[in-house]
T-cell receptor, first 116, second 116 residues
Framework: GAGVSQSPRYKVAKRGQDVALRCDPI?????LFWYQQALGQGPEFLTY????????KSGLPSDRFFAERPEGSVSTLKIQRTQQEDSAVYLC??????????????FGPGTRLTVL | AQKVTQAQTEISVVEKEDVTLDCVYE???????LFWYKQPPSGELVFLIR??????QNEISGRYSWNFQKSTSSFNFTITASQVVDSAVYFC?????????????FGKGTKLTVNP
């Protein structure tokens, strides 16, 4: 079946521009996660949804970052007034309804954001 | 606090050699989950294994094997008879479901290069 898809795959923005990154999770997956991966580093958690409810946004680095999942399926990560330090790969992952404990997260290909 | 340490930044081996990637974790919870992911040059994170804290049995899957030792808080990954296609960055990750969030905490990764 289809995996997690993300668009765009690459985004170049000028400093100060707003950007929107889209994630389509695997059909039927309840949980959706966003991570930020800087060059040469491991992914770092940004936020987590269970259906349409945003249960954890403790990883969002500033109030310029905003995520939504209004219908419990597609999610959008929005970054306002982008800064150079926002340059990274943004990864989306989804997981099925947990059968007990943390289920496996399946990752999309990521969106590489470059802020000039 | 949760923490994952992958002390080996880069490893280089010759094809057919065995190689072990180390992972040490920290958590205060008694219930937690450990994962390994592979990130080939294409960039997409590929799930390899999920293990819960109550199952200390070692696991083997083809050329891959995992050694989980709670006494040393380690979850090491061994590739037997390595192949060029094994070249990638490998990440170890931890989730302990603190506060109801299923977020993953990743190590910094180990870059494995298998030379022909």
């Amino acid at each position: 079946g289809a995996g997690v898809s993300q668009s765009p795959r690459y985004k170049v923005a000028k400093r100060g521009q707003d950007v929107a990154l889209r994630c389509d999770p695997i059909s039927g997956h309840v949980s959706l996660f966003w991570y930020q991966q800087a060059l040469g580093q491991g992914p770092e958690f940004l936020t987590y949804f269970q259906n349409e409810a945003q249960l954890d946004k403790s990883g969002l680095p500033s109030d310029r970052f905003f995520a939504e999942r209004p219908e419990g399926s597609v999610s959008t990560l929005k970054i306002q007034r982008t800064q150079q330090e926002d340059s990274a790969v943004y990864l989306c992952a989804s997981s099925p309804p947990a059968s007990g404990g943390t289920d496996t997260q399946y990752f999309g290909p990521g969106t590489r954001l470059t802020v000039l | 606090a949760q923490k994952v340490t992958q002390a080996q930044t880069e490893i280089s081996v010759v094809e057919k050699e065995d190689v072990t990637l180390d992972c040490v974790y920290e958590t205060r919870d008694t219930t937690y989950y450990l994962f390994w992911y592979k990130q080939p040059p294409s960039g997409e994170l590929v799930f390899l294994i999920r293990r819960n804290s109550f199952d200390e049995q070692n696991e083997i899957s083809g050329r891959y094997s995992w050694n989980f030792q709670k006494s040393t808080s380690s979850f090491n990954f061994t590739i037997t008879a390595s192949q060029v296609v094994d070249s990638a960055v490998y990440f170890c990750a931890l989730s302990d479901d603190q506060g109801g969030s299923e977020k993953l905490v990743f190590g910094k990764g180990t870059k494995l290069t298998v030379n022909p």
